[in-house]
């Protein structure tokens, strides 16, 4: 913008967001300075204190701006015993929104992958054996996503569960509910034949 | 997100974006804080700067955080002695981009609109006046949209120069180009034929 170098530099810091090209961006910086510069700072100062603020949970990894996160520090979540491991904070965000899980998480901020380096300190699991051997765990929840890296990294995890005797499951994949069989690729159609479950006795 | 409020803060905030829902707010959190917390704090550094500095140019209105804008001082620009009338900062950074028009321009911010309470005042009409007055004008060109109300401020500006003994034009409202005449709108049609233009003698 020839007539305000902010403006441009403005326009060229929102493209720091993902899917915001050169045109949303300018609809963005436009927005803010025409019809809400306050809702510009706020976001200005949120983005400051999460930046500038918001680190790792020492148990669980998560995003959080405490030593400790919300969950960990949860007696009653404690008290279930369940450990749920996934790749994401993201993952924790949409597992939280089903309500069908009381236990804890643990997240990897990844998976293994050897080619790229990526190896189990890389995903903090020397912290997790520490927890498997400190804590009273009923049983670990393999949430990782169902990519090869997904796999690999449940099937790690689930043979240091098994080294310390401790259960090991895996959440299932298969036909996503409200979805049409024959939508449904291949890959997901073998899962959900592989991981087929008793009706009757 | 139960583990961290300013997270929760965060994808609060970024929805003042427009376009700007639940799931890309909490994707564009996740993705500033796991990969581009640099990106993060100059966006921040951009929105606080941009909301508190910029202001608008006393001669032509448009948005700046000098008293003038760079189009304004410009002495080739100001020789040039057409004044483009437009209703948006946005519409300038739009005509600067065909390259075509080398004069200056002056920003309504809105259009006139009797039933919103928007005279001729809350447009800087006033200042716009003076400055057919004060300055060497060859021509008006108004620029505002194909509105009824873009209309109207058209009309009112005309009328204006009118008085002064100065020249407005309108620019043309036609069939876009590289458009095809079947897909477009009979308004935009009717128009395209009131403003047909000789190709012979
Ligand atoms: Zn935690
Ligand atoms: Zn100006």
């Excluded at 949120?46 to 020492?58: K, R, S, T």
């Excluded at 990844?110 to 054996?129: K, Y």
């Amino acid at each position: 913008m020839q007539t305000s170098p902010l403006l441009e530099h403005l326009m060229q810091s929102l493209r720091s967001l993902p899917g915001v090209g050169p045109k949303s961006s300018q609809r963005m910086a436009f927005h803010l300075l025409q019809r809400d510069r306050a809702g510009g700072l706020r976001l200005a100062n949120a983005l400051l204190q999460a930046m500038n603020e918001i680190g790792h949970c020492e148990d669980c990894h998560t995003f959080t701006e405490q030593s400790h996160c919300n969950i960990c520090k949860n007696p009653k979540r404690q008290e279930n015993g369940q450990i749920c491991i996934v790749e994401t904070p993201a993952d924790i965000h949409a597992i939280e929104q089903t309500g069908q899980f009381s236990g804890r998480y643990f997240v990897l901020m990844g998976h293994l992958s050897p080619l790229d380096g990526i190896g189990p300190a890389d995903l903090g699991l020397d912290r997790l054996a520490e927890r498997l051997t400190e804590e009273t765990i009923s049983e670990i929840i393999l949430a990782t996503n169902p990519t090869i890296e997904g796999e690999v990294t449940a099937s790690y995890i689930a043979q240091m569960c098994e080294s310390k005797g401790i259960s090991a499951t895996r959440i299932a994949h298969g036909i996503p509910i409200g979805g049409e069989l024959e939508m449904v690729d291949s890959m997901t159609l073998s899962h959900s034949f592989a991981g087929r479950i008793k009706m009757n006795r």
